[in-house]
């Protein structure tokens, strides 16, 4: 059974400019969740997303947005980039059993 | 205060030994708990989950839950240098949003 993908794997970007992220998630899950990951704020949630609908969301501001399509695919989007975006962010695919597994991740660097 | 308290460590013991990783947290409505181990450079890999008190073993993995003291505890047996890595303890408190502590690097020296 094929893992969770994330692309692209690593992205440079300027800040103010946008950058959109992309999750697969295993084959059969329904549920995806998006965190980020830093050395000073360590795992944050984002958003979680089910049959295209957003469920729950986190404190983030209104510059980090996601979506969901039908096929469970799941992108995330932030706007306006500022330095303090850079970081890892993981895309989890969670199962029947609310376990989440977790892809190889976008390192986001904004310069 | 953090929702998760985990001892940053390092935690260093001995290759064989019992490692015993701990952790806290301070929603009682909390209803899953998670432990993931991350590797540097990779991302988090799940090791463990436990719904409800008492013992939970995989292997060499055991997960504690004491949910009127409010901790989750992992206790690696026979540990081994591969084990050296940061151990996450991740806590559901609202559906599928989960809430990590802060981690604990562990380091297995043969």
């Known amino acids: 059974k094929a893992g969770v993908t994330q692309t692209p794997r690593y992205l440079i970007k300027t800040r103010g400019q946008q950058v959109t992220l992309s999750c697969s998630p295993i084959?059969?899950?329904?549920?995806v969740s998006w965190y980020q990951q830093t050395p000073g704020q360590g795992l944050q949630f984002l958003f979680e997303?089910?049959?295209?609908?957003?469920?729950n969301k986190g404190n983030f501001p209104g510059r980090f947005s996601g979506r969901q399509f039908s096929n469970s695919r799941s992108e995330m989007n932030v706007s306006t980039l500022e330095l303090g975006d850079s970081a890892l962010y993981l895309c989890?695919?969670?199962?029947?059993?609310?376990?989440?597994?977790f892809g190889p991740g976008t390192r986001l660097t904004v310069t | 205060q953090k929702e998760v308290e985990q001892n940053s460590g390092p935690l260093s013991v001995p290759e064989g030994a019992i490692a015993s990783l701990n952790c806290t947290y301070s929603d009682r409505g909390s209803q899953s708990f998670f432990w993931y181990r991350q590797y540097s450079g990779k991302s988090p890999e799940l090791i463990m989950s436990?719904?409800?008190?008492g013992d939970k073993e995989d292997g060499r993995f055991t997960a504690q839950l004491n949910k009127a003291s409010q901790y989750v505890s992992l206790l690696i047996r026979d540990s081994q240098p591969s084990d050296s890595a940061t151990y996450l303890c991740a806590v559901s408190t609202a559906g599928n949003m989960l809430t990590f502590g802060g981690g604990t690097r562990l380091m297995v020296k043969p």
């Open positions: 084959s059969g899950h329904r549920s």
């Open positions: 997303y089910f049959s295209e609908t957003q469920r």
């Open positions: 436990i719904y409800s008190n």
């Open positions: 989890a695919s969670i199962d029947s059993s609310y376990e989440q597994y």
